[in-house]
């Protein structure tokens, strides 16, 4: 069992930068891919990033290549997004996301835990 929670979201304004951590609680989380996944209003969950269990791969969707990063320290049980050059479309809200190694890390159905959310606002 893997409880995820995630922090650090807020109201900035476009081209700032902010920081999301996911703190994990379970002794299993270092065996685990990590993800960060986005939902705007009206939209359906898409695919942010993610890093496999020895932090050695890391996937990003083309709207965030280059602005976000994802990194993880299995010490702390804990998983980063560092978010640069902030723009009006990444609003939404991020979710941490946990499942077991291999298989298709964008979809959604494929992971098996999930944290609660944190809400991201950028305004123009």
């Known amino acids: 069992q893997v409880q995820l929670v995630e922090s650090g979201g807020g109201l900035v304004q476009a081209g700032d930068s902010l920081r999301l951590s996911c703190a994990a609680s379970g002794r299993t989380f270092s065996s685990y891919t990590m993800s960060w996944f986005r939902q705007a209003p009206g939209k359906e969950r898409e695919f942010v990033a993610a890093i496999t269990w020895s932090g050695g791969g890391t996937y990003y969707a083309d709207s965030v290549k280059g602005r976000f990063t994802i990194s993880r320290d299995n010490a702390k049980n804990t998983v980063y997004l560092q978010m640069n050059s902030l723009k009006p479309e990444d609003t939404a809200i991020y979710y941490c996301?946990?499942?077991?190694?291999?298989?298709?890390?964008?979809?959604?159905?494929?992971?098996?835990?999930w944290g609660q959310g944190t809400q991201v606002t950028v305004s123009s």
């Open positions: 996301a946990a499942k077991p190694p291999g298989g298709r890390y964008i979809q959604p159905v494929t992971y098996n835990y």
